[in-house]
């Protein structure tokens, strides 16, 4: 219990802090979460999506698994972004890899690490796809972060396929999505400029005929 007990005073002092600047901050935030953005990023202990951001509770709705997929079978990411959109109405949706990524790393290789090999099995298919850019880079930290860009680009790709967001822009609603990678030597995002906010910029064979 000591480690859980380290936990609660360091939540006490971070409460405290938080009111002490503003008294009515948690009865305010506790009414409702009007959030502007929806991050999908990496597991990653070293990602805290809110503090790398500058921004306080309520400011953003946050979705993390490991190397910051979004797969069509996995209805944990799908519902998430179905409840941003939907009922959050969020206005942008932030796909966010990171360099030197376990994850990506892992994919790279023939190792077998249990259930997760399944799950890697989808930045496997990434890395096929590019796999000649890829492999023309020698240093292997470098094909590494080529690929997680890769997969970023890709995510932005299969949100934007769900009828979900396909919805969302059929009926007015302003939705962008955006590829972002940061850096973990320096702290910084970098965007790849990949933004997607209407149906035209989706591939025509997943462009939906929705009811």
Request: some cysteine; overall charge negative.
């Amino acid at each position: 219990m000591e480690a859980l007990n380290t936990l609660f005073d360091k939540n006490k002092i971070w409460a405290k802090e938080i009111t002490e600047t503003n008294p009515n901050f948690f009865k305010e935030l506790a009414k409702a979460q009007s959030p502007k953005y929806l991050w999908i990023g990496c597991s990653d202990s070293r990602i805290p999506a809110s503090q790398l951001l500058g921004l306080q509770p309520g400011e953003i709705f946050v979705h993390r698994n490991i190397a910051n997929m979004v797969i069509h079978t996995d209805l944990n990411c799908l519902s998430v972004i179905q409840y941003a959109v939907e009922v959050v109405k969020i206005q942008h949706i932030i796909i966010c890899g990171h360099d030197s990524c376990g994850g990506v790393k892992a994919a790279l290789g023939k190792h077998e690490y249990g259930l997760i090999d399944n799950w890697l099995r989808h930045i496997k298919d990434v890395y096929r796809s590019h796999q000649k850019e890829i492999d023309l880079l020698q240093d292997d930290d470098d094909k590494a972060n080529l690929l997680a860009e890769k997969n970023v680009k890709e995510q932005v790709a299969n949100i934007c396929n769900t009828a979900i967001i396909q919805k969302a822009w059929k009926t007015g609603q302003e939705v962008t999505v955006h590829g972002l990678m940061y850096s973990l030597e320096t702290g910084l995002l970098k965007d790849l400029n990949i933004s997607m906010n209407r149906l035209e910029q989706v591939q025509e064979i997943h462009q939906l005929i929705l009811k």
